[in-house]
């Protein structure tokens, strides 16, 4: 039997270029070799969100890009979360073997906690023992996740064994399946892309619009005249324009340290680039754009597919815990 792949994102709406080449790409990947289940994490959205009113339009937008990137809900199983509510009692039940100290040392804890002081919720605490119930609902074994989520996953990883060790063997531990890809850089040029930083390039954009916003990246400041020559190595433009087309990344590179393109040019180059490479996802997610019923079928039917390996393991962890 193929080994089980399991991973989940928020529902951010239309995903952005780091979204894209940092974890989509590779979701879409590894389902060539592996049994997919990829999660749209509508609880987990609501331990920071405050407005829940684009929540809907959000996994709607999330699913097109998907769907358009070439997740293929024939092989993989796509679902939102809240859909399968089984996740919620395996939460609860993996919180009475969860002890608070593992909680409250986990650096994103910490974070969140720092960032919204007025909304230290409980959820948010729970957190990772929400993500736990996620993988182990499904009893998944190779968890495709950024850098970030490493913590996360460890603490998934001991309380499995807490588990396993408490009512004898019953899940896998889990392993991070961490991405080749680098983080990317938003516009800003300093930070990691990202929606809430406004320093995104969404790959749904019309060609022209994504003209437009590649316009508005930071390049290597020293620069100030088309005659000065550029410092490639701090050039945001320089390292997107290499997940496009390295070969002219190199060619470029060499003739902006000579002062022999100017960042705008460089800039509608790699537009171009960008825009050559999202071609035929542009022409998928259009034609899926027609049919919001296909969107929520899939769903659906993603959801109905997830319930019954979660039905079955929940049955199992409650003869095991004596509640059944
Ligand atoms: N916490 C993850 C993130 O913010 C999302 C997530 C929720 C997840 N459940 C998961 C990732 C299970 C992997 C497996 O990116």
Redesign the pocket.
């Known amino acids: 039997m193929r080994k089980r792949v399991?991973?989940?994102?928020?529902p951010t709406g239309r995903q952005h270029l780091g979204n894209y080449l940092g974890a989509l790409q590779n979701y879409v990947k590894l389902q060539d070799e592996y049994d997919c289940i990829y999660?749209i994490?509508d609880i987990?959205a609501l331990t920071t969100v405050e407005d829940v009113s684009n929540i809907q339009n959000n996994i709607y937008e999330m699913t097109l890009d998907w769907l358009a990137a070439g997740i293929d809900p024939k092989r993989s199983i796509t679902f939102v979360q809240s859909h399968v509510p089984e996740v919620m009692e395996l939460h609860t039940l993996l919180s009475m073997v969860t002890p608070l100290s593992w909680l409250l040392r986990v650096p994103t804890f910490k974070e969140k906690a720092k960032l919204q002081p007025h909304n230290v919720n409980y959820g948010l605490v729970g957190?990772p023992v929400?993500?736990t119930a996620?993988?182990v609902l499904y009893k998944a074994e190779a968890?495709p996740?950024?850098e970030?989520?490493l913590p996360?996953l460890e603490l998934a990883r001991e309380i499995v064994r807490r588990f396993n060790s408490l009512f004898g063997p019953t899940f896998p531990e889990p392993e991070a399946k961490l991405t080749s890809f680098p983080m990317v850089l938003g516009l800003d040029g300093k930070q990691k892309m990202s929606k809430s930083l406004d320093n995104h390039i969404e790959i749904a954009l019309s060609p022209e619009e994504t003209v437009k916003r590649v316009r508005t990246a930071v390049t290597d400041p020293a620069r100030q005249y088309r005659t000065d020559p550029g410092n490639p190595g701090i050039c945001n433009i320089h390292f997107l324009h290499g997940y496009f087309n390295q070969t002219e990344q190199q060619r470029y590179a060499m003739m902006c340290r000579k002062a022999e393109v100017g960042c705008v040019e460089h800039k509608n180059v790699l537009a171009d680039e960008i825009n050559k490479a999202l071609a035929p996802f542009h022409e998928r997610r259009a034609a899926l754009a027609t049919n919001p019923q296909y969107v929520k079928d899939v769903l659906a039917d993603g959801a109905q597919r997830a319930q019954v390996v979660a039905r079955e393991t929940l049955v199992e962890v409650k003869k095991k815990m004596g509640l059944l």
């Open positions: 399991f991973s989940g994102a928020r999660c994490v987990h957190y929400l993500m996620d993988i968890i996740v950024g970030d989520q996360h």
